[in-house]
Structure formats: C-alpha cells, structure tokens
C-alpha cells in the first residue's frame, strides 16, 4: 500500500511516498481502507516535531480519515469488516490504510459523503465542544471567529448560527469572507483593510462581543480582548500565526471575562462518555445536511506534501481533503 511517510522531521517538503506492506490487526485492532484524509493545521506541527504528541519516526501524518473497515482483530466487538466508519487516528492517516482501536472509531451512516465525514471530527468537533461546553453558547449571544475561512474557523461560523447566535466572521480577504457568508455568517470584517477593534465596535453598538473563538493568535488576540462584552468568553482554540500571545490580564479583569483553553484531544480522553454523545450529535447533523462542511480543495495522497504546504501558508479557504485511489473509484 501507499504511505506519505515523515522519516525525519521537517517542512511538508521532507515528506516521502512510499510503498509499503499492508497492514495487519493485532488483537483489539483495526485496519481501516482509507477513502479521503483531511488536511489540518496539527498535520503541519506534527511532521516538525511541533506538536503535544510525538510519534516515533517513521511515522505518517494524518489525524482523521474515512473509509471501510477492512480487517479486524482479535477480541474487537462493534465493528466489522466493510463497516463505512470515521478513524480518529491522531496520525497515521495519509496512506491507503490506518491502524487503529475501536475506541477512535466513528460508526459512518449510509449516504454521508466519504469526504465530508473525514472532514467532520478535528474541526467541527473541536468547535462543538469550544461553543457547547466550553463557551456555553446561548441564542441570542454574539459570536466573532477569527481565523473564519479556514476548516475550523468555517465549522464555528456554522455551528454559531446552529446554535443561534450572531456571527461575525473576521478573514483576511475579501473572497475568504465571502464564503463565509455562503455558511451563515450575519457579519464580516476584513482585518487587512479594516481596523478590527474599531469594526467590532461598529457592529455590536459598542457592547462587545459574547464568544471570541480564536485559532488565529498573534496579533488580533489582544483587539479581540478589548472587544469583549461583560462577562464574554475567549476560546483559546490554537495559534496558527505562529506567534502565542501574552495578553494583558488586567483586560480580563476589567472586562469581567474568562479566558478559556479548548483542547479537544484532552477532552475525549478525559471524558469519553460525553466525548461520544457530542459525536453522536455531530454526525446527526452532518446526516440531517444541518452542517456541510466547506471542502474547497483536493489532493492525491501522493500530493500530501503540496497539501500541507497551503495549509502550513495559511493560503487554506475551507477544507482540504486527500484522497486514495480507492477514494476516487480507481481502488
């Protein structure tokens, strides 16, 4: 089978394709046919020796996928082989096949879409637990995402307005903006041509905002801040501008706000009763077409390393998606 291997740490370009023998489940196993793996901004972190988990090289990126189930092993129970499932693998995910345990696996109903599954758990999940639980989000409130046009930043704009708040979506380009209208966002801001404190103030009358949710960091986090109403919550998602900031605490005083941490990760780990309802609802959503993520571009697996290279650019509008041979009817 095809692999996109990390045999050192590095830049996308470091990536290789590789052939390699098929896999084989172990006891508690599962070996999953890849269908399409989504490209997210912990991949990038990931293959540099960046991020909170750290596989030993060699290793292949890839958090999330979709596919069938094509083997299992001894001792597994609730899936079987040609189960159409979601792997929440961590890594592992850019090659034809993924090793995984029934625990990071995700029952896949007939007729969702391959794609838009495997594009479902890192982002939507990760905004789904930032604005239900960790946000508390109530309708009415007011909800700016910055970052908005990227995956996550998308499936919190939707999820916003599905939960009933007022969305602001805050991008760097007018076309970024305009999808993000295309998937419910009641306002925009441009933070290249526009001030984004100023605007923001504009757009509530001057009483703030409710939720930010911000996977941007750097330097809107600090404007974001100030632009919080009483009592607002500020979701600290992650920091693909690279730089991690270092707020002001007296805002957070002043504003009688909280800075809350998302790690998603930590959550399903934690909590793995509730991590599975907040799936079950996730995936209720995705059947119902309540949430449609915004897959804007697609690769072969053997161009992993292209792939990543937008991502890690932040050149990235919507979802990006890899996809197999067997992913694309040629398997």
């Known amino acids: 089978m095809k692999a996109v291997l990390a045999r050192r740490h590095g830049s996308p370009e470091s990536l290789v394709v590789e052939d390699i023998a098929p896999l084989q489940a172990g006891p508690g196993e599962v070996i999953v046919s890849v269908h399409a793996s989504a490209v997210n901004f ?57 090793r995984t345990v029934p625990e990071k696996l995700v029952a896949l109903p007939a007729g969702i879409d391959m794609e838009a599954a495997a594009a479902l758990v890192i982002t939507y999940g990760t905004s789904h637990y930032a604005l239900k639980d960790r946000a508390a989000l ?65 757009l509530t009358g001057g009483r703030g905002v409710d939720v930010v949710y911000d996977p941007v960091g750097g330097s809107y986090t600090e404007p974001a801040l100030r632009s919080m109403a009483w009592r607002g919550r500020y979701l600290v998602i992650g920091f693909t501008a690279g730089e991690i900031p270092k707020p002001a605490l007296n805002l957070v005083l002043l504003k009688g706000c909280s800075i809350v941490g998302v790690f998603y990760g930590g959550f399903a780990q934690a909590e793995p009763v509730r991590y599975q309802a907040f799936m079950d609802e996730l995936v209720g959503w995705l059947a119902q077409g309540r949430i449609r993520p915004a897959i804007t571009e697609r690769y072969p697996l053997e161009q992993a390393a292209q792939a990543l290279r937008v991502v890690a650019d932040r050149k990235a509008t919507g979802k990006i998606m890899l996809t197999t041979a067997l992913g694309r009817g040629e398997g």
């Open 138 to 202: 109530q309708p009415g409130e007011t909800l700016l995402v910055l970052g908005a046009a990227g995956g996550t930043g998308i499936s919190a704009v939707e999820l916003g307005k599905l939960m009933g708040a007022r969305v602001i979506a805050a991008a760097s380009t007018d076309e970024k903006l305009a999808l993000c209208r295309a998937h419910g966002a009641d306002e925009t801001i441009n933070y290249t041509s526009e001030d984004l404190r100023e605007r923001i103030k504009a």
């Open 42 to 98: 912990p991949d990038t972190l990931i293959i540099e020796n960046r991020y909170q988990f750290k596989p030993a090289l060699p290793f292949s990126p890839g958090g999330e996928v979709a596919g069938m189930v094509k083997q299992v092993g001894e001792g597994v129970q609730g899936f079987a082989q040609g189960d159409r499932v979601i792997a929440v693998c961590g890594w592992g995910g850019y090659a034809e096949e993924v």
